[in-house]
């Protein structure tokens, strides 16, 4: 039996500025009832809301839960009744937000031109953020023809690779780039999807990812031996599977010869105005590690929040797509700021349908950004219901030129594509300022091989 820490949930509130039961429920899309109903003693949130309660305040379940098990003191972790077991002192035993995992980076600059290969580059936010950070690309892996059309049309000398990574490490990376010698590319870069694994030794080793785009990555990986890798994902792969998914890839890096950290980091914290969040991975090569005495630090945040006033000055005019009719009557009653409780009784009730009476959705929901805040993270498709994230002005979305911003591209970065992949492309990017950040702590250590 498992009940909520009400002090617990008084503290994380604090944290996240939260200072009412009533500004949380808003936050979690619940009534004040429910809410009281959540944190009651006798209440027991497994099968509940309790989860959207941990994503609202950023922290695993059990560090506001009151357990009756010894298994949590064991180093187990339980999620969607899936067991982990993870080593004592691992990886995932580290990833409190110590003030030593973090370095400042901002006067950090590259000693010389470092070489990255980067796989399922995309649209080139990360591949570009790499570069503003003092990396020269050999090579960009990617499939969709749309995005290599934007590689090329912006990075005209970039050598874009567009082939399936399958095809790739079937016929051999180095039959594609001009390969350093064993060892000595800098790093190996890319966001591969996240996938579950297969587990057919059980041993969370590379046999188990088979079939799945980490798969490739870590056969380039261990191809090519860089000294450093970076590997980014959406924030949900931390509890993928239960943490299973997580548990492998950190499994076979270590396999492959790499000693590595992760962490959860807020775009938020590094120049932009968007509360993306994701999980970063990065790898320094054994030898390298042990010998050179190195270790990663994260880079850390700057210590000020960016909102779409700051950013959306000025933007170029650029085309962009209108909410049907029917949405725009909508959201044309909700202020900046605003989300779909802001509606009238009568329309939230329709256009919420059956999940008006459940409690309400998520208050990305007929949701209006205020020109004081960041905006929430950009999705593939910007006028799709439930992830609404209407301008604070004019009842439509953002354009293009606009969400580029939000995610930080520069205004000559050009996306060769119809406006809809253009979105899409944009949607899918690492923002640039937050990869700059990660390469500029990358470069920190590259700096410090002899």
């Known amino acids: 039996m498992y009940t909520i820490s009400k002090e617990k949930v008084r503290l994380y509130m604090k944290e996240h500025g939260i200072s009412t039961q009533k500004e949380l429920a808003e936050q979690l899309g619940l009534s004040k009832n429910q809410l009281s109903m959540l944190l009651s003693p006798n209440y027991n949130p497994i099968k509940s809301n309790a989860m959207k309660l941990c994503e609202t305040l950023n922290v695993k379940f059990d560090d506001i ?19 982990v077991v993870y080593p004592k002192n691992s990886n995932k035993k580290k990833q409190e937000d110590d003030i030593n995992d973090f370095i400042e980076i901002r006067n950090v600059k590259a000693n010389k031109d470092y070489k990255v290969l980067e796989l399922f580059a995309g649209a080139g936010g990360l591949a570009l953020g790499l570069e503003q950070a003092g990396f020269d690309s050999i090579g960009n892996v990617e499939i969709d023809k749309h995005a290599c059309n934007t590689l090329r049309k912006n990075r005209p000398e970039w050598n874009v690779i567009q082939e399936d990574i399958e095809k790739i490490t079937e016929n051999g990376i180095d039959n594609y780039i001009d390969a350093p010698t064993g060892g000595e590319l800098d790093l190996l870069s890319g966001g591969y999807p996240c996938q579950a694994f297969s587990y057919a030794g059980k ?9 799945t785009m ?20 959406v924030k949900g792969l931390v509890n993928h599977d239960g943490g299973n998914t997580l548990k492998t890839m950190l499994d076979v890096f270590s396999e492959i010869g790499y000693t590595v950290k992760w962490k959860v980091l807020r775009a938020l914290d ?7 969040e994701r999980i970063v991975i990065v790898g320094i090569r054994n030898d390298l590690a042990n010998h050179e005495n190195l270790e990663y630090l994260f880079p850390k945040p700057y210590g000020y929040e960016l909102t779409l006033k700051d950013i959306l000055k000025d933007v170029p005019e650029s085309e962009g797509v209108k909410y049907p009719e029917s949405k725009r009557k909508v959201l044309e009653h909700v202020p900046a700021g ?20 459940s409690g309400g959705g998520r208050t990305g929901m007929a949701r209006r950004i205020s020109w ?6 950009l999705t593939c498709s910007p006028s799709q219901k439930q992830t609404e994230r209407c301008h604070p002005d004019e009842t439509r979305p953002f354009t293009v030129r ?3 911003r939000i995610q930080s591209f520069p205004d000559s970065w050009q996306f060769g594509s119809s406006v809809g992949n253009a979105y899409k492309q944009i949607g899918n990017a690492v923002p640039v300022n937050m990869a700059k950040a990660v390469g500029l702590s990358i470069v920190n250590v590259l700096n410090q091989i002899k």
């Open 65 to 83: 839960v009151d357990a009756e098990q010894m298994e949590f003191d064991l180093g187990i972790e339980e999620q969607n009744t899936k067991k």
């Open 203 to 211: 041993k969370g080793g590379l046999q188990d990812a088979r079939g």
């Open 214 to 233: 980490f798969y490739h990555y870590a056969k380039v990986l261990e191809k090519l031996k860089p000294k450093m890798f970076l590997a980014e994902n």
């Open 270 to 276: 590094y120049d932009v105005a968007q509360k993306r």
């Open 338 to 357: 605003g989300y779909w409780r802001d509606l009238p009784d009568e329309i939230a009730k329709q256009y919420m349908g059956k999940s008006y009476y």
């Open 372 to 377: 004081d805040e960041p905006s929430l993270t």
């Open 402 to 404: 606009e969400y580029a």
